[in-house]
């Protein structure tokens, strides 16, 4: 079924969406715990006097701290920081790789109850709500430029185990270079990752800088969230999300016209194959569905999820009514981000202008207006609502 | 607010039809009559609403479509009387004088109105302020814009 996706947003409910986005960033508290906690690690695996200093260790995020995609955990999961800690060596068994590192952060008191064996990284639970998982890595000679390999290991065996000695070829890098391609033209791109050892993570963006493929993979990925809250096992992993959405955003300046592209491509795509099939656009070869691969109840779940928030989100552009829009968008993105959003706009857009007297309107279809608006309007006498 | 003397039914007509053309406005048997849409925010519904004015009163409105709903919990929707007219201003004279042309601001009030019911329904909130009649004349100023208790 076809649907014309284009231009069905409005810059109100792009507004309402916007604080939504801004709610699921990570609170400042935990930006800076995530910052903290990540360089303090980084410093302890390149630090000077330590044997892997002369393995030029190189540790950078990835994932959705690097592209500026995170989204606040729902319930009481926990959020978290993938980085990588590369390796300048060649030759060796994952395991080997994997118990260098592991070593390393061992001989630190406070890491070391805190490590957990994980198939493809080192996990650092922290008390509280944050874990950093660090994959060991080096370098794909064979694919060359940014790719890495890093241990696929099957965590119920014993790291140097024969059957253990599997890696997994990856980019992080220039994935995450795709993406930020995707938000925005290629002329205003800036040479963006410095080739410093320890590379920072990137500053978090407001939210109204933030370009539309990224708000829009913000708010998919809170839907997975919400929608996937009681079968979480069944949920798509982020890194497909993202990058469907890269994809097909076609450049649309209003978030409620980018995710409208994005699920309705991804929608007909899922349509016209028997399966469908997603590589990293960085590393062609990566295969990124292993756990629709592996799970096959994930995608045919994914399938009829999908479809359905595409024709929610339809009829979400449609819906008249603030109420009602609130009501849609509690239930897509949970319901205590909504409300506290449409609270904020009215007093942002309505309330705050029409206290110091800068509020207009239009008479004649009684639409408010910024103090911008056109000679068409009117300043909102002042009054006090009563009885009642 | 306009500053001039008492407007006559026939120009307050005048206004309505050169500020909201779009309204149907009549004046028949001593008493004006102005239905329009009125549409606050771009999602916002688009409200039908009557105003009317018999000589010498004080203007009253009410929505005519759709129905107002009252709240998720069936409370009375605020700022009303009686559930059916729209309470807008004080009736004190302050805000709204006969001087004043309907058109610039009771239809302006009406339409932030429905934004803020609109708001209501869906936060239990009024954030619109305004005044409570139970509450003393002394401190209604400083509660102006303070949140509509709920019954």
């Known amino acids: 079924m076809a649907f014309v996706v284009t231009a069905l947003g409005s810059h109100t409910l792009d507004s309402l969406l916007e604080l939504v986005c801004v709610d699921l960033q990570l609170t400042q508290t935990q930006d800076n715990l995530a910052r903290c906690h990540y360089g303090a690690v980084a410093d302890w695996l390149s630090r000077k006097g330590n044997p892997l200093r002369e393995l030029s ?23 978290d920081l993938d980085a990588v800690c ?28 805190m490590m957990k064996r994980m198939p493809r990284c080192i996990r650092l639970e922290y008390s509280g709500d944050f874990h950093l998982d660090i994959a060991p890595a080096i370098p794909d000679v064979e694919c060359g430029g940014n790719c890495i390999l890093v241990p696929d290991l099957n965590a ?5 185990h024969p059957q253990n000695n599997v890696w997994k070829s990856t980019n992080p890098i220039d994935q995450a270079e795709w993406f930020e391609d995707r938000c925005v033209p290629v002329m205003i791109l800036n040479e963006r990752y410095a080739k410093a050892q320890v590379d920072s993570v990137p500053d978090a963006e407001a939210v109204h800088a933030k370009p539309a493929l990224k708000r829009s993979v913000q708010l998919f990925k809170r839907w997975r969230d919400v929608e996937y809250a009681k079968r979480n096992n069944l949920a798509t992993p982020s890194i497909i999300l993202t990058t469907l959405s890269g994809h097909f955003y076609d450049q649309q300046q209003l978030c409620t016209d980018a995710l409208a592209s994005i699920l309705d491509s991804t929608v007909r795509e899922i349509e016209s194959c028997e399966r469908l099939t997603i590589t990293n656009p960085a590393h062609p070869s990566e295969n990124i569905c292993e756990k629709w691969d592996n799970t096959p109840a994930c995608y045919r779940d994914f399938c009829n999820a999908v479809t359905a928030f595409r024709d929610r989100w339809i009829r979400l552009n449609r819906l008249r009514g603030i109420d009602e829009i609130e009501e849609e968008l509690a239930d897509l993105f949970g319901e205590s981000t909504v409300q506290s959003v ?6 942002n857009r309505v309330s705050m202008p029409r206290r110091n007297g800068s509020l207009r309107v239009r008479p004649n279809s009684g639409l408010l207006l910024p103090a911008t608006a056109s000679s068409a309007s009117i300043s909102m006498p002042t009054n006090t609502f009563h009885g009642g | 607010m306009i500053g001039r003397g008492r407007l006559g039914l026939g120009e307050q007509l005048a206004y309505l039809r050169v500020i909201c053309p779009d309204f149907e406005t009549e004046v028949r048997d001593g008493r004006l009559r102005s239905v329009g849409l009125l549409q606050p925010t771009e999602i916002s519904r688009q409200c039908r609403v009557e105003f009317t004015q018999a000589g010498g009163r004080s203007p009253e409105v009410r929505v005519i479509s759709p129905l107002l709903r009252r709240g998720r919990k069936d409370e009375d929707i605020p700022h009303m009387y ?27 009030w009406a339409s932030l109105w429905l934004l803020y019911y609109e708001v209501w329904l869906a936060t239990g909130d009024w954030q619109g302020g305004g005044i409570h009649p139970s509450i003393p004349i002394s401190i209604r100023k400083e509660r102006n814009e303070t949140r509509f208790k709920r019954r």
Not at chain 1, 69 to 76: D, E, H, L, S
Not at chain 2, 96 to 107: G, N, Q, R, Y
């Open chain 1, 86 to 113: 590369k390796l300048d060596v060649s030759g060796c068994h994952p395991g080997e790789l994997y118990k260098l590192i592991w070593d390393r952060l061992a001989q630190h008191e406070t890491y070391r109850p």
């Open chain 1, 57 to 79: 260790p190189h540790i950078f995020p990835q994932g959705s701290q690097r592209i500026g995609t995170t989204t606040k955990p729902v319930g009481r999961r926990e959020f």
């Open chain 1, 342 to 347: 449409v609270r904020a706009m009215i007093d």
């Open chain 2, 82 to 108: 009686d559930q059916v007219r729209l309470c807008l201003y004080l009736p004190s004279g302050e805000e709204w004088k006969p001087s004043d042309p309907i058109a610039l601001t009771v239809v302006p």
């Open chain 1, 156 to 160: 119920n065996l014993a790291l140097m």
